[in-house]
């Protein structure tokens, strides 16, 4: 993962933050490597849980707070953290600055992961996202309805929360929002402002709409 000039004094000025960070989560000899970068940006809500990433560090193979994308100004804008849970990263990751991170589940990135802003990753169950997924910008995943709800007989109706499975290679436009219990094939493409509330069987496909649906098959990616 190659940086520019702009992101090295990003992550300078955070550089306590990333110290903090590492040592907290880590081993002192995993923690020197400095295996994740975190902006000034980040603010910690709950810094507590377990972090599991893979054996072969690299430094920064993780950045928390990334970019710049002038669709969010990233210097008025949090990225918060805040973990009582499980959070594993599967490889290299981009979390791109403004995006929302509460876990009280487990919440698992695929390697060569990467968000766009403010997105919102939010699981008291399980959220699984593949291999080289790209989700952009505020984008809402949830595994969870957060409260019960009730027939006039006092019968509770609804299972609360429900792990979510992202497949490898999928690629979430902007303003999705995936919903508790959803399964997406590989290699999928979610249309921009999609609600998806069911899951979605097969691969290549374009899905999309409230609530999303099949549009088109035999699509695919083009690789960045």
Request: charged share 20%; glycine share 10%; proline share 3%.
């Amino acid at each position: 993962m190659k940086f520019s000039f702009n992101e090295i004094y990003w992550y300078v000025r955070g550089a306590w933050k990333t110290i903090r960070f590492n040592l907290h989560y880590f081993n002192l000899l995993k923690a020197i490597r400095m295996p994740v970068l975190v902006s000034p940006r980040v603010r910690f809500i709950n810094l507590h849980g377990a972090v599991v990433i893979p054996n072969n560090i690299k430094f920064g193979m993780i950045r928390l707070g990334h970019g710049n994308d002038p669709v969010s100004d990233r210097e008025h804008t949090y990225t918060l953290w805040s973990n009582t849970g499980s959070i594993e990263f599967k490889g290299t990751a981009r979390i791109t600055h403004g995006c929302k991170i509460r876990c009280n589940g487990k919440i698992v990135f695929g390697s060569d992961f990467i968000s766009g802003p403010e997105c919102y990753f939010v699981s008291r169950s399980s959220i699984s996202i593949g291999d080289r997924a790209r989700i952009s910008w505020n984008t809402q995943i949830c595994d969870s309805d957060f409260h019960a709800i009730e027939d006039l007989q006092g019968n509770q109706i609804n299972t609360i929360n429900k792990p979510i499975i992202i497949g490898h290679g999928v690629w979430i436009g902007n303003h999705v929002k995936i919903c508790k219990g959803v399964v997406i094939g590989n290699f999928n493409i979610v249309a921009q402002s999609s609600v998806v509330t069911k899951s979605i069987s097969g691969e290549n496909q374009i899905i999309g709409g409230f609530p999303a649906k099949f549009i088109k098959g035999n699509a695919r990616r083009i690789r960045d």
